[in-house]
Nanobody, 126 residues
């Protein structure tokens, strides 16, 4: 069994930065895909950034390219999301997820992810 715990959310003004962390416990295989998603009330979960743990390649949603950066510390079983130049439209809950495989090859498809954390709230004021 795998458990994920996010932290690092909070309230910042537009243009500010936050770094989210996601600590994984249990058995973690370094070949897993890991990703950050966000979900506003009434909307579908949106892929923010993903990382292929096997080769280290990273992926980003169009809305955050150039502002957010995903990374992973394998020794600490921790996934990070550095968020810079935050905008009010970035306000929502953020979740980390683990996928054993991308069944349709799409990292941003939330249904590929088997384990999820409880989420951390990010609020950006204008």
């Amino acid at each position: 069994q795998v458990q994920l715990v996010e932290s690092g959310g909070g309230s910042v003004q537009a243009g500010g930065s936050l770094r989210l962390s996601c600590v994984a416990s249990g058995y973690i295989d370094r070949t897993y895909y890991m990703a950050w998603f966000r979900q506003a009330p009434g909307k579908e979960r949106e892929g923010v950034a993903g990382i292929n743990s096997r080769v280290g390649s990273t992926y980003y949603g169009d809305a955050v390219k150039g502002r957010f950066s995903i990374s992973r510390d394998n020794a600490k079983n921790t996934l990070y999301l550095q968020m810079n130049n935050l905008k009010p439209e970035d306000t929502t809950m953020y979740y980390c997820g683990i996928a054993y495989w991308l069944y349709d090859g799409v990292w941003s498809n939330w249904s590929n992810y088997r384990y999820w954390g409880q989420g951390t709230q990010v609020t950006v004021s204008s």
